[in-house]
């Protein structure tokens, strides 16, 4: 009955996201923590490389049909990878499953739900806002950041909340990269935020296996729920309220982020 309960819990993590494009972190996380009773340590490790492979599909997709701008999803990958390793290297040395660490993934944890909580309200009342595609000639200047520095700042920033807690490559990242590349179309943001994602997650988890911090079996019965349930709702997509699912889920988000500060 356990096993059916992670398929479900999978499937419905993939709904959301299919439904909305918000990282499957933000949820997947606070689900296996309260409802399951996973430690976070475990959570976190397994949630990661479930995001990995979840995004995997997305971006082979995505970079067949040439929606990825490449320079984007490297300028945050050169400051959130080597962010990721020295934030893994700092875990490997405290040990992951010291009450100290505990308590500072759990609190990050927190204050990263709701950061993703407030970006994806943001991202609901201004998500259809900006151009639809890019005017000829300013393709350059559209993968050209606001200064060069901002994405190895903020990448590198990312980097380490995601390896603490499996947050902030979703409804963060678009955030982010909406503020760095103002000139950048919605669906091409959102697209490179996929893709960059999926190197950061799988260097994370990967990192987080080798500390003996994912849960295998448990990993392959959420990605048996979470592919269909992608699959499910990204057909949903045009046919939802997407404010209203967004504002819900906003709400949602900041409850978990707010019970876990309270832990």
Do not use: C
């Not at 309960?5 to 499937?11: C, H, N, P």
């Not at 996973?38 to 979840?54: E, H, R, S």
């Not at 807690?165 to 959102?190: E, F, H």
């Not at 697209?191 to 849960?215: F, N, R």
């Amino acid at each position: 009955m356990h096993d059916l309960a992670f398929v479900f819990a999978g499937l419905f993590v993939g709904l959301v996201v299919g439904l909305t494009g918000v990282g499957g972190g933000s949820l997947m996380t606070p689900i296996l923590i309260f409802f399951f009773g996973v430690k976070p340590y475990l959570a976190v490790g397994t949630d990661l490389l479930f995001a990995a492979f979840t995004k995997m599909g997305g971006t082979v997709k995505l970079a067949r049909s040439g929606h990825i701008d490449w320079p984007v999803v490297l300028n945050l990958s050169a400051g959130s990878i080597p962010a990721a390793l020295i934030t893994l290297y700092v875990l490997h040395t405290l040990g992951t499953t010291s009450q100290t660490v505990q308590h500072i993934m759990t609190t990050t944890l927190g204050f990263a739900l709701l950061l993703t909580a407030a970006a994806t309200l943001y991202k609901a009342l201004r998500g259809k806002a900006g151009p639809k595609t890019i005017a000829a000639g300013e393709e350059a200047a559209a993968v050209r950041p606001r200064h060069w520095t901002l994405p190895l700042l903020f990448g590198a920033l990312i980097g380490t909340l995601v390896t603490l807690t499996s947050v902030g490559a979703g409804a963060i990242g678009v955030t982010v990269l909406m503020l760095l590349y103002p000139l950048l179309p919605l669906p091409r943001i959102v697209a490179a935020d996929i893709a960059y994602a999926v190197p950061l997650t799988l260097v994370a988890g990967m990192g987080h296996a080798s500390l003996g911090t994912v849960d295998w079996s448990m990993l392959a019965k959420l990605l048996a729920g979470s592919i269909p349930g992608i699959w499910i709702g990204s057909h949903l997509m045009f046919k939802t309220p997407e404010r209203v699912i967004r504002s819900l889920l906003s709400l949602l988000l900041a409850y978990a982020g707010l019970k876990l500060l309270a832990i």
